[in-house]
């Protein structure tokens, strides 16, 4: 399966700021997502990173607070925006190809914790 | 409605026992995929196995096994032979046709004693 890298890790930041993660895959994929994780809690999706358009978002996410890229088939940030507390948490990025029997992959996550 | 539930929020199991690790869903779908993933404290997910809605045998990987009961609409995990390292929160995750999405139930986590 694909090498997927996600940048920073983790990160300690100021309410008021942004944050932007990003995600690189060592090979093209056609599907690239973005998962929040909040303590304790399971994987919810944020929205599906589209290459080369707007991505789509789920309920309850909008673009101006998780605004997100996808210049081409192997890369895609997500940006934190106007941060506060609510927001510490997980945030993962997630590959595959399309089709209801392929598995996602997952990076390894960037810890967000809102001072 | 939630469409994956996962009943049991932890269990504890002894080491070289098997588990049985629950998950229902709920889709008008024909097509579609069930998985699960393992995220052990470090906190990456990791792919378990996978059963897909029109396989007839139930989904085998080495100590990992599925009981897929598609009338029940259930995907229970088996873990045979438990380990100290498969102490971990385990996510079961259905894939739809819409959106390609995968959509988690809450999770199980299982501790397991030596």
């Known amino acids: 399966s694909a090498v997927i890298s996600q940048k920073p890790s983790r990160d300690i930041c100021q309410r008021g700021t942004s944050l932007t993660i990003q995600c690189q895959v060592d090979?093209?994929?056609?599907?690239m997502f973005w998962y929040r994780q909040q303590p304790g809690q399971s994987l919810t999706l944020i929205a599906t990173?589209?290459?080369?358009?707007?991505?789509?978002?789920e309920s309850g996410f909008v673009i101006d607070k998780f605004p997100i890229s996808r210049p081409n088939l192997t890369f895609s940030t997500l940006t934190v925006s106007n941060m506060s507390p609510e927001d510490s948490s997980i945030y993962l990025c997630?590959?595959?190809?399309?089709?209801?029997?392929?598995?996602?992959?997952f990076g390894n996550g960037t810890r967000l914790t809102v001072t | 409605a939630q469409k994956i539930t996962q009943t049991q929020p932890g269990m504890f199991v002894q080491e070289k026992e098997a588990v049985t690790l629950d998950c229902t869903y709920d889709?008008?779908?024909?097509?579609?995929?069930l998985f699960w993933y393992k995220q052990p404290s470090s906190g990456e997910m990791i792919f378990l196995i996978y059963?897909?809605?029109?396989?007839?045998q139930n989904a085998t990987e080495g100590r990992y096994s599925l009981n897929f009961q598609k009338a029940r609409k259930s995907a229970n995990l088996v873990i045979s032979a438990s380990q100290l390292g498969d102490s971990a929160m385990y996510f079961c995750?259905?894939?739809?046709?819409?959106?390609?999405?995968?959509?988690f139930g809450g999770g199980t986590r299982v501790l397991v004693k030596p």
């Open positions: 990173a589209n290459q080369g358009s707007e991505a789509t978002y």
């Open positions: 059963q897909g809605s029109y396989d007839e």
């Open positions: 090979s093209q994929v056609t599907m």
């Open positions: 995750a259905m894939r739809e046709i819409a959106g390609n999405k995968l959509t």
């Open positions: 997630s590959v595959g190809e399309t089709g209801h029997n392929s598995p996602l992959h």
């Open positions: 889709t008008s779908d024909q097509s579609y995929g």
